[in-house]
Structure formats: C-alpha cells, structure tokens
C-alpha cells in the first residue's frame, strides 16, 4: 500500500487549491481514505475521510462548506478541493488510508485508525 500526495503550493487568503492522493498496491474502493493536516507545533488533525464506497464523507468543522473529498476509481486517486482558504489552512497535508475491516459507510477523522500515510504536501495560505 502506497499513498503518493501532491498538488500543495503557496495561495493567497480566498484562494483555491486541489490536493491528489494517489493510491497504489490497491484499488480505491477498498479501504478508507482520510486527509489530514499538521501545522507547526500542533498535532496532526483530521480534516476530511471518504469511506471504501465512496458514499460518504466526512469534513471537520473548520473547513465545512469550504473543502470537498472526491474520489475517482479510474484513476484510483483522492481529492481534496479546497476553496476560501484562509491562513490558518497552512500545513502540511497528509493522506491515509484505513485498511482495517470497516463497513462500507464507515471513515473517521481519527489519526489512530489509519495504517498508511502518504509522504504531506505543504500548503501555504498567505494574508
């Protein structure tokens, strides 16, 4: 299980941003996938998950209605797109996958359910 991560940049305050996760060594559709963020000094936070279905999704409250968590099976990527951004974005962004037995509904923000990171993008929201 592999998780390639990219698409990470330096954006103004308001601007737009698509985050890529892309998966090898198993089929989107399989296992959980979540994003997640660590700004300096602070611990490492869930920010959006899709389940192995696809049918659901999860954002934290602090970027609701801003971020959005898509896959797409033929390419066996993750995407986070990210709109309004604002400073307090900045971090580095990772992508996880769960690849323990889970129904096919289920993701979480939780850091302690996933197996698998990605190697983080950085992301840079200037005011």
């Known amino acids: 299980v592999q998780l390639q991560a990219s698409g990470g940049g330096l954006v103004q305050a308001g601007g737009s941003l698509r985050l890529s996760c892309a998966a090898s060594?198993?089929?989107?559709?399989?296992?959980?996938i979540g994003w997640f963020r660590q700004a300096p000094g602070k611990e490492r936070e869930g920010v959006s998950c899709?389940?192995?279905?696809?049918?659901?999704?999860y954002h934290a409250d602090s970027v609701k209605g801003r971020f959005t968590i898509s896959s797409d099976n033929a390419k066996n990527t993750v995407y986070l797109q990210m709109h309004s951004l604002k400073p307090e974005d900045t971090a580095v962004y990772y992508c996880?996958?769960?690849?323990?037995?889970?129904?096919?509904?289920?993701?979480?923000?939780?850091?302690?359910?996933?197996?698998?990171w990605g190697q983080g993008t950085q992301v840079t929201v200037s005011s």
């Open positions: 996880a996958a769960d690849i323990r037995q889970r129904p096919y509904y289920y993701c979480s923000g939780y850091r302690s359910d996933y197996d698998y």
């Open positions: 060594g198993f089929t989107l559709g399989t296992y959980a």
């Open positions: 899709i389940s192995s279905s696809g049918g659901s999704t």
